[in-house]
């Protein structure tokens, strides 16, 4: 079994910045292509932030751009969401989620989710 296991959310005023962590770790081999970043405020369908591919392309969603930026570690089998000027609008449930690779399988797994909240 793989799980997701999140870190960093909180409460952070307007404009200023957090750093969400995901980790990834399992009992049995595995391997994980892309990686994501998704976030879920209320009455609102939970949207793609970034993703960034094994070998480090990376996509971002129109209203992030210029604001967050993702990275991944693939010896320790993390990714990371730095995120710098932040809004209100930015205010959601951040979820990570990874492709994984158990061969010969493939399967998509989710973090638990984490609360940004950005509010003076």
């Known amino acids: 079994q793989v799980q997701l296991v999140e870190s960093g959310g909180g409460l952070v005023q307007p404009g200023g910045s957090l750093k969400l962590s995901c980790a990834a770790s399992g009992s049995i081999s595995f391997s994980i292509n892309t990686m994501g970043w998704y976030r879920q405020s209320p009455g609102r369908e939970r949207e793609l932030v970034a993703s960034?591919?094994?070998?480090?392309?990376?996509n971002y969603a129109d209203s992030v751009k210029g604001r967050f930026t993702i990275s991944r570690d693939n010896s320790k089998n993390s990714f990371y969401l730095q995120m710098d000027s932040l809004k209100s609008e930015d205010t959601a449930v951040y979820y990570c989620n990874a492709e994984v690779y158990v061969l010969p399988t493939v399967f998509e797994i989710w973090g638990q989710g984490t609360v940004v909240t950005v509010s003076s």
């Open positions: 960034i591919t094994r070998g480090g392309s990376d």
